[in-house]
């Protein structure tokens, strides 16, 4: 076993075997759930044990807000001194079971996935995060349930569960943004939803949702100060939790809004703490000397030089996006967003950084623009517009015209006015034929136009695109000893920004209002209200690259150096022809060739720390 774990790049995986006697834990074939190598952070790969309680714990866990969890729980903070802080999170966990049972999970914030084994019950119980944070993965059939934080670690255990799901793989080929809550590529191999829990017992499992964001009850305080206070209050806490770790500190600096807010107050905590950020990491190329700064250069150069953190510019290579797109994405993490984010993975590992703070989901949630209000002019207009047109005859008229796929005035107009024609559509031109008659696509179409600031943040943490950028940046930077943390998509901050009025949102024209006034209490005036961060230049350094990428992996199927086995779903000559075309890097197809690439099994990419 150990050695088929070690083949798949792996240190330690959860898997339990349940015979028919279980007595008590030891009676469980049990590990512990994978994180990232190295461990910077002592975790025992141990399961922890109650022997009284008869419960035994597996988890990769971070418990914030301890110290109310400890007082709810009966238990002196000061107390929780043994083992690492894993340790005390997994016993905080335990305690919250024994008191709540499989109401535990309601009552902790942080990120988490765990199982409890009870052998009083002759049951196990698990849960995961409220935006899956940390990746649960799981197989059960006949009295064994395997879990792990990696599905490689349950083909490790089970080779024979490796049957692709080819619906699943349709359903990625053909939308490239799919993301399912609990399918995988593998038919048998199921992921447990973020906000869920799971009850396994002798008849089998049963998973429910524990976390109910529509269920958050509005709040209204008296005045605008008091609504920044208690964000501004949120936010440090947030940013505090994620940084009293072990190991080195990173921060994803972009210049913006968010990423300059949790910066900010990532140096406060750590100053608070008697330690440092080690460095802010960017995805745009250094500015060149002696020219003048682009807008992303000038507002990256004023939050790092107001806040005195040394940032690194880190650019993809052509080397670095071929090993990414060499991966296996049924077992590997190579989703688009690692474009920018990979090479930052192997810089930060490089420099010893055990946790990325990342602003990642503050422009769905709590940053969010806001919207017109259907009473105001703006919105009357819209409402009226969308009575008068038949929705599907414009769009047909939008799409002939290629007016949704522009970038000129009246492509804007159309869509600030007619936003409905954001509409998702298959895209089947890599896609071979025969295999697209013999499955059938699922419906991804976005939904009508959301005027409501509530109803767009509902959308955004219920159809998955947002828990799918975590679980690939997790995936991979388990590889390389990193750990993601999202504090603008703490639990705390995500029911604060579902409940405060629509009005907080947005002045007038001023978008993101009570993000910009809290976030003016720290950060600098200018950059608090600045209203641009177009990132050019950060898309310009990447084209390159990435068309020199996908024209050698062309070059390598067209030559058949390289056959890989899932070209059966793969229009090869279409894919070749369309990164051949000499404007392919102004076409704007790049989507759907990623997608393509995405989806072949080429030679191993795999990178690592060293």
Known sequence: MAQSFAERGLTEAGFCACPDGWNDPGDILFA????????????????????????????????????????????????????????QDRFLILKAYEKWGEQCADHLLGDFAFVIFDSRNKTAFAARDHMGVRPFFYYEKDGEFVFASNVNAILALHPELGELDEQHLAACLTF???????????????????????????????????????QVAPISYATHAEYEEKLLDLLRRAVADRVDRQGAIGVHITGGLDSSTIATLALEACSQRGTSLTRGYCWQPAANPGEPLSNEHRWIE????????????????VDTLEALYRRDCTTQPCDKTLLNELPVQREAAADGVATMLSGWGGDQIISNGGKLSPTSVSGKFRQSLKRLIDPQLVRKLVDKAGLRKGAGVTARIVKKV?????????????????????????????????????????????????????????????????????????????????????????????????FRRTLSHIAPHDLCWS??????????????????????????LKSGRIKPERAKYVDIDALIATIEDENFAENGRFGPTQTALRILDFPDGRMDAS
């Open 32 to 87: 512990s759930f994978a994180w990232p190598r190295p461990d910077r952070e002592g975790r025992s790969a141990s399961p922890l044990c109650d022997e009284d309680m008869g419960l035994a714990i597996a988890a990769d866990c971070r418990i914030d807000d301890r110290e109310r969890l400890a007082r709810e729980l009966g238990l002196e903070i000061a107390l929780l001194s043994f083992g690492s802080r894993h340790d």
């Open 176 to 214: 490239g943004n799919h993301h399912s809550h609990t399918d995988t590529f593998f038919r048998r191999i199921r992921k447990l939803p973020a906000g869920h829990r799971l009850k396994l017992d002798r008849s089998g499992h049963s998973v429910s949702r524990y976390w109910h964001p529509r």
């Open 302 to 317: 004023r939050i790092t030089d107001y806040l005195q953190i040394d940032v690194a510019h880190i650019t993809a290579d």
């Open 418 to 514: 007619l936003p409905e024609y954001r509409v998702r559509e298959a895209s089947t031109e890599h896609v071979d034929k025969d295999f697209l008659r013999r499955i059938d696509l699922p419906d991804a179409s976005l939904p009508d136009d959301k005027l409501t600031v509530r109803e767009t943040q509902l959308w955004h943490l219920e159809n998955g695109t947002m828990t799918r950028r975590i679980e690939e940046w997790a995936g991979s930077g388990q590889e390389f000893g990193i750990e993601y943390s999202y504090p603008l998509l703490d639990r705390r901050i995500i029911e604060f920004a579902l409940a405060i009025p629509a009005g907080q949102y947005r002045q007038g024209a001023k978008q993101r209002w009570i």
């Open 531 to 556: 209203n641009t961060k177009r990132e050019i230049v950060r898309v310009g350094a990447l084209e390159g690259p990435f068309v020199a990428m996908t024209r050698r992996l062309a070059a390598m």
